[in-house]
Nanobody, 122 residues
Framework: VQLQASGGGLSQAGGSLRLSCGASGRTLSRYAIGWFRQAPGKEQEFVAAISWSGHTTDYIDSVKGRFTISRDNAKNTVTLEMNSLKAEDTAVYYC????????????????WGQGTLVTVSS
């Protein structure tokens, strides 16, 4: 599975961005999808995940109420809607696919996208 993350860019604090994760070579509907991010000088961290069916989602506390992960299996796309952006959301965001748990652990993900940069100015 080749994943493509897109939608990053520059936003002012309080603004919104929408990230998308698409795939070629295989349908995303077989996999749970997670979003991770890595800020400059920091370790990669889990951001959000959604089960293959879309019935289960998980978020780190710092984005709850601001970010929403969703999927459209018919369009083979997973979206991360990011609202009320903060400077600390600045990072490269990666989407990844897994058939395992727990979703918060990057080690269980088999496929990774190339990353998309999100920059939030304060």
């Amino acid at each position: 599975v080749q994943l493509q993350a897109s939608g990053g860019g520059l936003s002012q604090a309080g603004g919104s961005l929408r990230l998308s994760c698409g795939a070629s070579g295989r349908t995303l509907s077989r996999y749970a999808i997670g979003w991770f991010r890595q800020a400059p000088g920091k370790e990669q961290e889990f951001v959000a995940a959604i089960s293959w069916s879309g019935h289960t989602t998980d978020y780190i506390d710092s984005v709850k109420g601001r970010f929403t992960i969703s999927r459209d299996n018919a369009k083979n796309t997973v979206t991360l809607e990011m609202n009320s952006l903060k400077a600390e959301d600045t990072a490269v965001y990666y989407c990844a696919a897994t058939n395992s748990v727990p979703y918060r652990h990057s080690e269980v993900y088999s496929y990774w996208g190339q990353g998309t940069l999100v920059t939030v100015s304060s």
